[in-house]
């Protein structure tokens, strides 16, 4: 495949949807924030949060290649 040249990646994350917000057919399928935890998420702050963490995996790919991150990613798989 020769050299990593760009990763794609796309996020989805329910944050304050209520349950009528889904269709009837994903309703035992999806989740959200709210639903969970009953709490409001400020969407900014989340926002902040998840930008800054990912920051935080990219410079770890790009200083120590996809090696650190398989592990993760495994784990992930199993889970998903």
């Excluded at 304050?16 to 917000?21: I, M, P």
């Excluded at 989740?31 to 990912?54: H, K, M, N, P, Q």
Aim: charge should be negative; glycine fraction near 6%; proline fraction near 1%.
């Amino acid at each position: 495949l020769g050299e990593l040249r760009w990763v794609v990646c796309g996020i989805g994350v329910n944050l304050n949807s209520l349950a009528d917000d889904f269709s009837l057919n994903l309703r035992k399928q999806v989740t959200s924030v709210l639903i969970e935890t009953g709490e409001v998420v400020d969407r900014t702050a989340f926002t902040v949060s998840l930008l800054r963490t990912f920051e935080s995996a990219y410079r770890d790919f790009l200083d120590h290649g996809p090696e650190l991150n398989r592990s993760f990613c495994e784990t992930y798989s199993r889970c998903s």
